[in-house]
């Protein structure tokens, strides 16, 4: 599509997904995406939440990464921008009650520019007063406030819930997120491609946890088929993952992150039914670099000459493969 920018509207301890997944994605699609936070300025971070469903009667919330903003909010000019997304997590709850975002958000409802917001995201929109009589979507914990506001609302049969209604996107929760950042993308005047493509995700407990989700959910809001397996594991198992992040000491830090769920078995991949293979990073390829089939899997694709990205410590698997020898 033709060149756009976005604007992202953050706070300390939004959803950890909802923040990288589409700022990430976008940029990854040739839109620019400037990210900000009202009293802070470009360079600044926000920490943010992981938010995980961990069998209780709400989620479990924890630390996640220092996300870097790239621009100020008191410098920003909404006429500038082609489109908004709002991250949902803590922050809304506070940032719905900052005047100077929600007369951001008018200028763009006004303007009729899309708006993209997901899960708790949505609090801000019905404090803007731009959701009345507007069908949208939102985590369940969201609908009374929805409501109160004037919305029509839809409820989520599952987390991956997205409604569209003329320049209005919601979604319930970052599951949702492949069409959710679909969609946007539509709403920007773009088109998406790349439904014809198979892509294997190589996964082990403890990688990193934005090295897997932001490309398995781009890849997916791309249209390709997207399958993640893991040695000794199948499809709805989950790999617990980690967040690294360099924090003024000598080398990162580590916390729990997000649980990744599986949706094929490792045992059963046709390597030849693939066009490409990612490999993620984190701690997982130290002990998948000693595994046979990981090795011999990863081989095939790159004697094949099929696609194979690696990030960060997913190299260690190459070099284990002895397949980066070639490549000098």
């Given at each position: 599509m033709a060149a756009k920018r976005v604007l992202l509207l953050c706070g300390d301890y939004m959803e950890d997904y909802e923040a990288m997944v589409p700022f990430q994605s976008l940029q990854a699609y040739g839109v620019t995406v400037d990210a900000v936070c009202p009293g802070k300025k470009a360079g600044d971070a926000c920490p943010t939440a992981v938010h995980k469903p961990i069998g209780h009667q709400t989620y479990a919330e924890s630390k996640g990464h220092n996300f870097a903003l790239n621009a100020s909010f008191d410098e920003i000019d909404a006429?500038?921008?082609?489109?908004?997304?709002?991250?949902?997590?803590?922050?809304?709850?506070?940032?719905?009650?900052?005047?100077?975002?929600?007369a951001l958000v008018r200028k763009f409802s006004d303007a009729k520019k899309p708006i993209a917001s997901v899960c708790h995201g949505q609090l801000i929109l019905a404090a803007a007063g731009v959701?009345?009589?507007?069908?949208?979507?939102?985590?369940?914990?969201?609908?009374?406030?929805?409501?109160?506001?004037?919305?029509?609302?839809?409820?989520?049969?599952?987390?991956?819930?997205?409604?569209?209604?003329?320049?209005?996107?919601?979604?319930?929760?970052?599951?949702?997120?492949?069409?959710?950042?679909?969609?946007?993308v539509k709403a920007l005047g773009g088109s998406v491609a790349g439904a014809d493509k198979r892509i294997l995700f190589l996964c082990g407990d403890y990688m990193e946890d934005y090295e897997v989700m932001v490309p398995f959910q781009a890849l997916q809001a791309l249209g390709c088929h997207v399958d993640a397996v893991c040695?000794?594991?199948g499809p709805g198992d989950k790999c617990p993952t980690a967040i690294h992040d360099f924090e003024g000491d000598q080398t990162y830090s580590e916390k729990p992150g997000h649980d990744f769920a599986l949706n094929a078995s490792f045992d059963g991949v046709d390597a030849s039914s693939y066009d490409a293979l990612v490999i993620p990073g984190g701690r997982a390829p130290e002990y998948l670099a000693l595994n046979e089939k990981v090795l011999s899997l990863a081989k095939g694709f790159m004697d094949k000459g099929k696609p194979v990205a690696s990030i960060c410590h997913g190299q260690q698997i190459l070099a284990a493969a002895g397949v980066l020898q070639v490549l000098l």
């Open positions: 006429a500038g921008y082609d489109g908004l997304v709002i991250p949902g997590g803590r922050a809304p709850e506070y940032l719905a009650m900052d005047e100077k975002v929600l959701v009345r009589d507007r069908t949208c979507t939102a985590y369940p914990a969201v609908r009374p406030v929805l409501v109160a506001a004037g919305a029509k609302w839809v409820e989520a049969d599952t987390m991956k819930k997205c409604v569209v209604d003329g320049n209005l996107v919601t979604a319930a929760a970052y599951d949702g997120h492949p069409e959710f950042i679909s969609l946007f040695p000794d594991k």
